[in-house]
């Protein structure tokens, strides 16, 4: 894998609609986004092939998540107003944690690049019955 910011740049322009936290986003940003994707992605699938263009598209999902307004959700915020300017609630139910921001898109681009096997979003979790 040799993911790259420039590569990076030209994926997310053409193939990904909401791209301006991306767009936003200063070397140091995007390189660090990049490194936490490829880092998350070749973890969770690691038995996998993680094709470069499944790591842009997880990127730019992480920029989105990890912008001003989402950061402060992830960091408990409820909600905030900046009086006469803006006021944000954030919901209770939106997503939380990486593996939440793996799109579709990314698991069809990782079961695409792996003769197309089937990808699922389950998992084991623990229960209280």
């Known amino acids: 894998m040799a993911v790259n910011i420039t590569d990076a740049d030209l ?3 053409k193939w990904c609609v909401d791209n301006e936290d991306w767009s936003d ?3 140091a940003r995007k390189h660090r986004i990049l ?3 490829s880092r ?17 598209e997880f990127s730019n999902e992480l920029s989105i998540a990890f912008n001003d307004s989402n950061r402060l959700q992830q960091q408990g915020v409820a909600a ?3 009086t ?3 006021s944000m609630t ?7 944690g990486l593996d939440a921001w793996i799109s579709d898109t990314v698991l069809d681009l990782i079961s695409a690049e792996n003769g197309g096997i089937s990808l699922s979003r389950r998992a084991i979790r623990w229960t209280v019955l």
């Open 11 to 13: 994926y997310i322009t």
């Open 25 to 27: 986003s200063d070397e």
């Open 35 to 37: 490194n936490v994707a």
């Open 40 to 56: 998350h992605l070749t973890t969770r699938y690691s038995k996998l092939t993680i094709p470069d263009n499944a790591v842009y």
């Open 80 to 82: 905030f107003s900046l």
């Open 84 to 86: 006469g300017v803006a």
């Open 90 to 96: 954030f919901k209770d139910w939106a997503k939380s």
